[in-house]
């Protein structure tokens, strides 16, 4: 199994609070992904980074950031965060030239 | 932007028999990846089985093979044999050959394994 851990696993906030996720990587991979997925949907990028402190955003970046100051560290922030970012969140990691990305066990998000 | 679409979103199989799970996409790309995801309860994302856009040939992993249709942007999955512990959301998945390698997902398919 790929070294890919997401922490915390479970957490539960309150709307308006500051939130972050944390993935790390035992693997020395290039990419790194963070994705959300809500019920009856696949996957869905919020942001990914190809290097450190090179980082870019998907398709459902409003309202999240992320930073990468370690190649094995990659965290996600909500700033304020909403009901609608309840949500399971995937981090994922894929060595440059590899097909398979690796992803972790996902973080279950609860913003009551 | 590419797009995904699964269009069954629960399907179900007798044990022993084979199941083939729907999936079309539109890119304007012409090197690009395919998979197939296995999500069973525990949320782990599996890599099932990928397909190279410019391979005609197509993927066989076990149980499990593709019928990829470049021109109509068809990448369906077949399980023979179908198995008990085959039960989970399926995904469709496309990765583009550039740009970071993003992922675009379809919703998913729900298999359901009946005894």
């Known amino acids: 199994d790929a070294g890919i851990t997401q922490s915390p696993r479970h957490k539960v906030t309150e709307t308006g609070t500051p939130v972050t996720l944390r993935c790390h990587q035992t693997e020395n991979h290039r990419y790194m992904y963070w994705y959300r997925q809500d019920p009856g949907h696949g996957l869905r990028l919020i942001h990914y980074?190809?290097?450190?402190?090179?980082?870019d955003k998907g398709e459902v970046s409003d309202g999240y950031s992320v930073s990468r100051s370690k190649t094995e560290d990659f965290l996600l922030t909500l700033e304020s965060a909403t009901s609608s970012q309840t949500s399971v969140y995937f981090c994922a990691i894929r060595e440059a030239g590899a097909y398979e990305q690796y992803f972790g066990p996902g973080t279950r998000l609860t913003v009551t | 932007a590419q797009t995904v679409t699964q269009s069954q979103p629960e399907m179900s199989v007798q044990e022993a028999e084979t199941v083939t799970l729907s999936c079309t996409y539109d890119?304007?790309?012409?090197?690009?990846?395919l998979f197939w995801y296995k999500q069973p309860p525990s949320r782990q994302m599996i890599l099932v089985i990928r397909?190279?856009?410019?391979?005609?040939q197509n993927a066989t992993e076990n149980r499990f093979s593709v019928n990829f249709q470049k021109a109509a942007k068809s990448f369906s999955l077949k399980i023979s044999d179908s198995q008990l512990g085959d039960a989970a959301m399926y995904f469709c998945a496309y990765r583009s050959y550039t740009n970071a390698g993003k992922s675009t997902f379809g919703d998913g398919t729900t298999l359901t394994v009946k005894p």
């Open positions: 397909q190279e856009a410019y391979k005609q």
């Open positions: 980074s190809y290097g450190v402190k090179d980082t």
């Open positions: 890119t304007s790309e012409s090197d690009y990846y």
